[in-house]
């Protein structure tokens, strides 16, 4: 008693943080250094992991040596390296060294900012940054803060689709007058809508039955027609059902087409729909005032997301949501208890994210988006989206003037072939941070060999 007993087990240690991230980050440093001489795709076997790891975990610790050990000997075999400049499946996964500082500063600080007074700057900031990342896909200024709508950060597309579907639900049925009413509630898409918007009026509790997927094809650019969507909306009313919801895409999963934004506005605001834009992926690039006009029409929309983390040198995750009236998303979402309530401001006057999203805790991901403008401003960040696309355009064209590599179509280590529209394809998603034009041009004489030695056989 009296004497303070002595902890001899430190595990935030600032002397052995410093040393031991430094080990790390030169871990990650040789990482990249050799990431271009990596299969992209992994080789190993299901089970492959469990055979080369003890089965029960360690009673006295272990030197980060060892561990770092069996990280380049385990793990980077099983990884598929979605950093790697030859990577050209789904869409890439921007990591940056601005995104790396930011998610260190996450993750050091540490913080949980569900509300204002659990950490003031977590909240302003995000407030901020979301309102310049507004600012550069020139959005109407009644999606920001600025104008009285505003922005959060969720960690995907799926968890923001989630919620402004809760949003929308609640307003309608509040109208309605009730919740047995959710079985009237339909809500449209286009068939080539990202999976993750069924997943989300699945969880909203929209039946099924009640989903309209729009036919796309070929001949329109797979790009969801209004007057298509007219029919069906005024089918359901016939029928005493009560349209809800429309998402528009901008940059489909499957071929990256853009659905008529102002043509669809229109219509949305004709039968009171909520129209949510889906620009996951190719959101990114409409801060190039040259690409901006694929979200002319953004002022009818009630929230529109994109994700930083695809192609906009963030590092997992990050997903912006702006809301014209974010009153109808908290008025969803929120929960007071007294335990979380604002005592030292009036909760009015500040924003509490929690009632934002699902999760009660959130991190400091604004830290990270922040640092990313920063660090590379907008010229850098436009020069980044318009070097990918050039490379993307000089692929085209490869392929364009050479008719005989097109018959055929197979899945390989480089990139991913998919059917759309019932034509089979070669997708090949350019942008990854390291891709540099060399790639591409092996990328297609890659195509072009396999191409020949296919049709070789089938001469056969
Ligand atoms: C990637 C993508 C999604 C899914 O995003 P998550 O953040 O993984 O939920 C949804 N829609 C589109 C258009 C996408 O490109």
Redesign the pocket.
Known sequence: MGSESRKTFLPLDPMSFSNESKAVIDFIADYYENVEKYPVRSTVEPGYLSARLPESAPYCPEPLDDILKDVHDCIIPGLTHWQSPNFFAY?QANASTAGFLGEMLCSGFNVVGFNWVSSPAATELESIVLDWMGKLLQLPSSFLFAGTGGGVLH?????AAVCVLAAARDKALKELGGWENITKLVVYASDQT?F??QKAAKLVGIPPSNFRFIETSFSTGFSMSPEKVRIAVEDDVKSGLVPLFLCA?V???PTGAVDPIAGLGKLAVEFKLWLHI????AGSACICPELRHYLDGVELANSISM?P??WFLTNM?C?CLWIKEPKLLTDSLSTDPEILKNTATKSEAVVDYKDWQIALSRRFRALKLWIVIRRHGLANLMHHIRSDIAMAKRFEEFVRKDRGSRSWCQESSHWFASVVGGIYVIRCAIGATLTQQHHVDALWKLVQEKAHTLLKEREH
């Open positions: 869409f960690g995907s597309t799926c968890e990202h993750t918007f895409t940059g489909t999963t889906d620009a996951a992926y994700n983390h695809k995750d997903c």
